[in-house]
């Protein structure tokens, strides 16, 4: 991630900085890892839906995952392809389906068996076959925090495996269903394969056991979630996709014409994108240091949301003394910070700071709190 400074200098913060070429990079990497494998790779939307963003990812002939009816119409604004669109979620409202419907998406992931009589309703009404993958709950830890677990049996994800049989049976069943394969997302975040080889283990037996029972899938969607590093951003700017990417191919035991798609969204945004943000004020307490951003939650949510840290870095500091400091927003929140116990090079009111890894659930997550403008965004090429 480049952060040039005296480019900043003359701009209003806060503000999303997006490296367009590390974008490009990384969308390279994935494809030549994919490369002679039967693998399509969706962005996931939700991560950031950026329109400049989105253009780089169209280009690189990426599928898109979506999770609302409104990413559906953003990823068809943006190019994306019908033909490579799977729409997951658990709430899926009629006028979300019919928008997939009506556009020829490739594949509803469904979460229950209401919502595929739904699906099933408003394409008979329509007179077309909705493709569907069945999202199961694997019931795996993902090990990530318990807000971005998805794949165990005490969340609201997917259909778990005792009554899968049932759920396949009635999929099969509905007359304006296509029953294309089972979906997977075990979570968000995940820092070690393991997860990953588990989930290919389940899915596996899974396809060995619906093989027995005749019923052949053309595809199994393995979902997204490989983590990034948000502690040493400009050292490992690229996710493991390698690593990644040869659990699928050495754990994964495909039939005959199938393919397997990924639904990725942070490895490949978030470390193309920073928070910049101005120094406000720098106050003391009688046991504390504080450095007050103009940025705050409402433009980066995850550390309040999530626990999560993000690298800071003092971008125009000359000081050589470093000082440990409460790195904290403007937000009336008591949870409106972005790091305890930082240590950054000494502060002063003015400085500008950045906050690195933000390419992913940053500007897609920012809200107009406290009646605070939005973010708005540069971009380096
Ligand atoms: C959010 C989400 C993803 C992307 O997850 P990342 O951790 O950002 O890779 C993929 N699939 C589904 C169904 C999701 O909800």
């Known amino acids: 991630m480049r952060l040039p400074i005296d480019m900043f200098k003359n701009l209003r913060t806060p503000f999303y900085c997006y490296d367009l070429p590390l974008l490009r990079n990384t969308l390279k990497v994935i494809n030549d890892e994919i490369d002679g494998f039967p693998f399509i790779v969706h962005y996931a ?8 963003i989105l253009n780089e990812i169209v280009k690189a002939g990426m599928g898109a995952d979506l999770v609302s009816g409104n990413e559906v119409l953003a990823a068809l604004d943006a190019g994306f392809s019908a033909s ?72 609201k994800f997917g259909v778990d495996i005792p009554v899968l049989d049932e759920v396949v049976e009635k999929a099969m069943s509905l007359s304006n269903i296509h029953l294309r394969g089972l979906h997977f997302h ?4 995940i820092t070690t394969l393991e997860p ?13 056991h619906y093989e027995k029972l005749g019923i052949h899938f053309e595809m199994i969607d393995v979902g997204g979630g490989l983590g990034v590093d948000y502690e040493n951003p400009l050292e490992n700017p690229i996710a493991p996709f390698k690593e990644f990417f ?45 450095v007050i951003l103009d940025a705050g ?44 116990d930082e240590k950054l ?26 009646m605070r403008y939005l973010p708005h965004c540069h971009f380096i090429d």
């Not at 075990?186 to 975040?189: P, R």
């Not at 080889?197 to 899915?203: D, G, I, T």
């Not at 090079?345 to 500008?352: A, E, H, K, L, S």
């Not at 997550?365 to 406290?370: F, L, Q």
Request: hydrophobic share 40%; with cysteine; aromatic share 8%.
């Open 45 to 52: 939307l939700k991560a950031n839906a950026n329109p400049v």
């Open 84 to 155: 490579k669109m799977a729409y997951a979620g658990v709430g899926k409202t009629d006028w979300e389906i019919e928008a997939g419907i009506d556009n020829d998406i490739f594949c509803f992931n469904v979460e229950s068996v209401p919502e595929m009589e739904v699906i099933n309703e408003i394409a008979a009404r329509k007179g077309k076959m909705a493709g569907i993958a069945i999202r199961v709950n694997p019931n795996i830890d993902a090990h990530t925090h318990r807000y971005i677990t998805t794949g165990t049996t005490d969340n």
């Open 186 to 189: 075990i979570g968000s975040q």
């Open 196 to 208: 990953f080889r588990m989930l290919c283990e389940k899915a596996n037996e899974l396809i060995d």
């Open 246 to 290: 040869n659990v699928f191919k050495q754990c994964l035991k495909l039939r005959d014409g199938q393919k397997v798609h990924f639904e990725l969204g942070r490895s490949i945004v978030a470390q193309c994108g920073a928070l910049i943000s101005r120094v406000v004020y720098v106050k003391e307490n009688s046991i504390k240091k504080f």
């Open 297 to 340: 939650m409402t433009d980066l949510i995850r550390p309040a949301l999530y626990s999560a840290h993000h690298k800071i870095v003092n971008l125009s500091s000359q000081e050589c003394g470093v000082e440990t400091y409460d790195v904290v927003g403007p937000i009336c929140e008591s949870s409106d910070v972005f790091s305890c």
């Open 345 to 370: 090079p000494i502060t002063r009111r003015g400085d500008f700071v950045a906050i690195l890894t933000a390419g992913a659930y940053g500007e897609s997550m920012a809200s107009r709190y406290n």
